[in-house]
């Protein structure tokens, strides 16, 4: 995948990647600030979500790769046209992964901390809680295009911030460093999954931006996981709209139950992996050089 320099200075780019992140936060938390008491909530947080994904994802990661790379857009991967046969291949393996995700999440939300921790445990569910009732607030009404426009923010703007800041930017100059491409993958999907701060989604967070990681591997284009991601908070989204519970939709995924379709869900998506791995290894490398401009 690289033709990695020996001298990348990772902890420069890391760090301005980290501040560049930051100063987005402080903006789009001054710049809610200043809406909310203007305009209704819903208005008010599609304006915060937007902010979010412009100035606290994609502009620091878009600025980094600028600053740090030679050939800023070939790095990030947003040069190309996304193949379709890899459109094809994202969009079976998150069909596949379904039954797999959801049981991962009803374990991780099975999870209790020892009685010493309560206090901690109960802070934690109360934290998903409160981002619950605001995803709640925004799919409330399904008038448009009010509806449209959340869509829009929640599910393709926060796909294109994430994917770009997450796997653009961030995991690129993991790989930089580290020798193996898996271990960049996994530490930034780790790091994906630490910064939307919710303990109870941590485990099917981190399998989904692994998921999301080897798709820009083997497709070399940013806009497959782009698509990978939108498609999946688009799903999650109008579920929630719609008040329709996935455990119940697909049976056999609950915590307590014999994980007959998530294992079979794991060998579907293992399998498809292997076939995208293989298929990406006949295909000639288009390097992602890092030499700093």
């Known amino acids: ?22 100063g987005g936060l402080l903006i789009t938390a001054l710049l809610t600030g200043l809406v909310i008491d203007r305009l209704d909530t819903i208005p008010a947080l599609q304006i ?3 902010a979010q994904n412009v100035l606290t994802f994609a502009m620091p990661a ?22 379709m046969v890899d459109i094809a291949l994202m969009t079976a393996v ?16 099975a999870i209790a901390l020892p009685e010493c921790l309560s206090g901690i445990e109960q802070a934690l569910k109360n934290a998903e809680e409160s981002a619950r009732a605001v995803t709640d607030s925004l799919l409330s009404s399904h008038a448009m295009p009010g509806f449209a426009i959340t869509i829009f923010a929640m599910c393709i703007l926060t796909g294109i911030g994430e994917e770009f800041f997450f796997r653009g930017a961030l995991q690129g100059f993991i790989a930089q460093r580290v020798r193996s491409p898996h271990a960049a993958v996994w530490i930034a999907a780790l790091i994906f999954s ?23 591997i083997y497709s070399r284009n940013i806009w497959v996981p782009v698509i990978g991601h939108a498609a999946n908070n688009a799903v999650a989204a109008l579920l929630q709209a719609f008040h329709v519970d996935e455990q119940n939709l697909i049976p056999g995924t609950a915590a307590d139950s014999i994980p007959i379709l998530p294992l079979l869900s794991l060998a579907a998506c293992a399998a498809l992996i292997i076939l995208w791995h293989r298929r990406a290894s006949h295909r000639p490398a288009i390097p992602r050089s890092a030499a700093a401009a």
């Open 62 to 83: 878009v600025v980094a790769v600028c600053i740090y790379t030679a050939k800023p857009w070939r790095f990030l991967a947003i040069d190309r046209r996304p193949p």
């Open 94 to 109: 998150y069909v596949a992964s379904i039954p797999l995700v959801n049981y991962l999440v009803a374990l991780n939300e």
């Open 1 to 22: 995948m690289n033709n990695l320099p020996q001298k990348f200075p990772i902890g420069r780019a890391l760090t301005s990647l980290m501040l560049l992140f930051v």
């Open 194 to 216: 630490f910064f939307h701060f919710q303990f109870y989604g941590i485990i099917p967070r981190t399998v989904i931006g692994a998921v999301l990681g080897y798709a820009l």
């Open 48 to 50: 915060s979500i937007i």
